[in-house]
């Protein structure tokens, strides 16, 4: 395990892509650190800061589907950010996931394999997704 390189997860043990990248991240090698956020909630500057890191605008970082984003009406493209941050702090699940830091960088890891950008080492291959889909194969390389 890298103590020198930290990872953090925002996740939700309900998503099959949460846990792809949780997993993944453990079979390189690190313990992350696990924000479970729907237990949590959000900040308005923790949200802010995340998303300007990770180079994403509240609306690209808005779960459209599996969240109450439409019935709240949000899915209007004149609803703005301001508003689109205010839910999200009083609706953790309308924020995508996972969010993942590390010294490289803040991703929405979605797809999962977007995961792989931000450690310095990866797990041994071969490593699948829970649905067999291989992301690594088994001499170490990714697959594309």
Not at 12 to 32: H, K, M
Not at 125 to 143: M, T
């Amino acid at each position: 395990m890298s103590t020198h390189f930290p990872v953090v997860i925002h996740h939700n043990p309900e998503c099959g892509t949460s846990r792809n990248v949780l997993e993944l991240i453990r079979a390189a090698g690190y313990e992350p650190t696990v924000i479970l956020y729907l237990q949590t909630g959000w900040t308005q500057p923790q949200l802010q800061a995340l998303f300007a890191a990770a180079g994403l605008t509240a609306r690209d970082a808005l779960r459209t589907t599996k969240s109450p984003a439409a019935e709240l009406g949000l899915l209007d493209p004149s609803v703005d950010d301001q508003a689109l941050l205010s839910a999200m702090v009083a609706h953790p699940v309308l924020v995508n996931r996972p969010i993942v830091a590390t010294p490289k960088g803040v991703r929405l890891c979605r797809p999962s394999e977007r995961t792989l950008d931000l450690l310095e080492k990866w797990p041994p291959g071969p490593f699948a997704k829970e649905d067999g889909e291989l992301l690594i194969d088994a001499s170490g390389k990714r697959i594309a």
